[in-house]
């Protein structure tokens, strides 16, 4: 058996977005994210600005 574990690409999309979605309730709650942590992986150029 490998140490491997075996993952099912579909649950770990729906976890992510989860992950995602309460990331962004979080940052709003405290006003430290403006909008969507998605807008940072579609620019990612806005790091050496």
């Known amino acids: 058996m490998s140490s491997f ?6 649950d770990v999309a729906v976890e992510m977005e989860a ?3 309460e990331y962004d309730q979080v940052g709003a709650e405290l006003g430290i994210i403006p909008s969507s942590c998605k807008f ?7 790091l050496t600005r």
């Not at 574990?5 to 579909?10: D, H, R």
């Open 40 to 46: 940072f992986a579609d620019d990612p150029s806005w």
């Open 19 to 21: 992950a995602l979605k």
């Open 5 to 10: 574990e075996i993952l099912n690409e579909a």
